[in-house]
């Protein structure tokens, strides 16, 4: 009977060492998951920020779109404006140019005499 105990205390034996080699490869299993939960969760917060200052990136867009086309209305305004001022000028210019040749033309009411 020795040797069927033996025997049996052998197998516990291999038994024994079996569970603790699988508890290992649970354990290290359980290590490899935590630390690829660890970089799903970092990479995950990375592609946030990245995501955030895409946003920004894109609302500071918007806001100098909406600049460059308010500043190019004020242009075109400006533009209309400093074209109105110049053509009442050359109207004015061709007034005072009429005035002054009728007021010193020879023979013209205008002229005093001297």
Do not use: C, W
Not at 12 to 26: D, G, I, N, T
Not at 46 to 63: F, G, H, N
């Amino acid at each position: 009977m020795e040797a069927g105990q033996d025997d049996l205390l052998q197998q516990l034996r291999e038994l024994s060492v079996s569970e603790q080699e699988a508890k290992a490869k649970v354990e290290e299993y359980e290590a490899q998951i935590q630390e690829l939960q660890d970089i799903i969760t970092e990479l995950h917060q990375e592609m946030s920020l990245k995501d955030q200052d895409k946003l920004s990136q894109l609302q500071q867009l918007i806001q100098l779109e909406a600049k460059v086309k308010e500043l190019t209305e004020e242009l075109q305004g400006s533009a209309e404006t400093t074209a109105q001022l110049r053509r009442e000028a050359t109207e004015r210019e061709v007034k005072n140019s009429d005035l002054h040749r009728d007021l010193y033309q020879p023979g013209s009411q205008g002229q005093s005499g001297f």
